[in-house]
């Protein structure tokens, strides 16, 4: 559940955060609702690339206890997001090689607040996550990032191929996480700049994100289990570049 200081309910005040520029994540409308005011918050919220979603009305009464939604909620990011640029930047400005994790469908805030949490432990100058069919940053995100979330560039793309193809440009090689990677983690080059995607849960990358990258990275497992969640796949290949661009 999104907590009450995170959301904004009813008609005209989510539609005046949509014209204030306020940093929404997504905005939930009611099945069924899709008609007058709900139709223009829709239209404009579209405009402004914000994602919009049906549910269930009995979702939007459990957000809102009164019930007095009106059919709509939108969920307000705790954090301001920056732009790809930003992230270079900061790289730059600390005279390190770019180090960037990029999200490909990850819908879970737990996972996406621990692996925040493991990127920012192993100095990632920020995470590139898509703006659509992705885990919102919540409250519940941050608690999970144990805070991180408060510290770490967060960037979000309409579109993360393209925003790969940029990021090749500026020079960095990109490695995707993926259970048949042709290289074992541990024998990768994480070293200068690097971009390290990894999938959402069950479905791993999309295939289009999947042919962008320069290479894709395996973890050896030797039990049944035929591989990790995401978060603690994120953990093992990002604490392996840490310890190879720390030059230990």
């Given at each position: 559940?999104?907590?009450?200081?995170?959301i904004?309910?009813?008609?005209?005040?989510v539609?005046?955060?949509?014209?204030?520029?306020?940093?929404?994540?997504?905005?939930?409308i009611?099945?069924?609702?899709g008609?007058g005011?709900?139709?223009?918050?829709?239209?404009?919220?579209?405009k402004?690339?914000?994602p919009?979603?049906?549910?269930?009305?009995?979702?939007l009464d459990?957000?809102?206890p009164?019930?007095?939604?009106?059919?709509?909620v939108a969920?307000?990011?705790?954090?301001?997001?920056?732009?790809?640029?930003d992230?270079?930047k900061?790289?730059?400005?600390?005279?390190?090689?770019?180090?960037?994790?990029?999200?490909?469908?990850?819908?879970?805030?737990?996972?996406?607040?621990?692996?925040?949490?493991?990127?920012?432990?192993?100095?990632?100058?920020?995470?590139?996550?898509?703006?659509?069919r992705?885990?919102?940053?919540?409250?519940?995100a941050?608690?999970?990032?144990?805070?991180?979330?408060?510290?770490?560039?967060?960037?979000?793309e309409t579109?993360?191929?393209?925003?790969?193809?940029?990021?090749?440009?500026?020079?960095?090689?990109?490695?995707?996480?993926?259970?048949?990677?042709?290289?074992?983690?541990?024998?990768?080059?994480?070293k200068?700049?690097?971009?390290?995607?990894?999938g959402?849960?069950g479905?791993?990358?999309?295939?289009?994100?999947k042919?962008?990258?320069?290479f894709?990275?395996?973890?050896?497992?030797?039990?049944?289990?035929?591989?990790?969640?995401?978060?603690?796949a994120?953990?093992?290949?990002?604490?392996?570049?840490?310890?190879?661009?720390s030059?230990?």
């Open positions: 559940m999104i907590e009450e200081n995170n904004i309910a009813g008609r005209n005040p539609m005046e955060a949509i014209k204030s520029n306020t940093e929404i994540s997504s905005i939930m009611a099945k069924g609702a008609e005011a709900i139709k223009a918050i829709i239209a404009t919220a579209k402004k690339k914000i919009v979603k049906e549910v269930s009305s009995v979702k459990a957000l809102v009164a019930k007095n939604h009106q059919g709509v969920s307000i990011s705790p954090i301001k997001f920056v732009s790809m640029q992230i270079l900061k790289a730059s400005d600390k005279g390190e090689d770019p180090f960037i994790v990029i999200l490909d469908g990850m819908e879970d805030v737990h996972n996406l607040g621990a692996i925040a949490r493991t990127a920012e432990a192993c100095g990632v100058h920020g995470l590139i996550i898509p703006k659509h992705a885990a919102p940053v919540t409250t519940m941050v608690k999970a990032s144990a805070g991180a979330l408060l510290y770490m560039p967060v960037c979000r579109n993360i191929p393209m925003a790969m193809e940029h990021l090749k440009k500026r020079g960095l090689w990109i490695a995707g996480a993926d259970m048949d990677g042709e290289t074992k983690y541990y024998e990768a080059n994480l200068g700049p690097l971009a390290v995607v990894i959402g849960e479905k791993g990358m999309g295939r289009l994100v042919e962008k990258c320069d894709n990275i395996s973890i050896p497992m030797a039990g049944r289990m035929p591989s990790l969640n995401a978060s603690n994120a953990a093992v290949i990002l604490f392996e570049a840490l310890r190879q661009r030059g230990k």
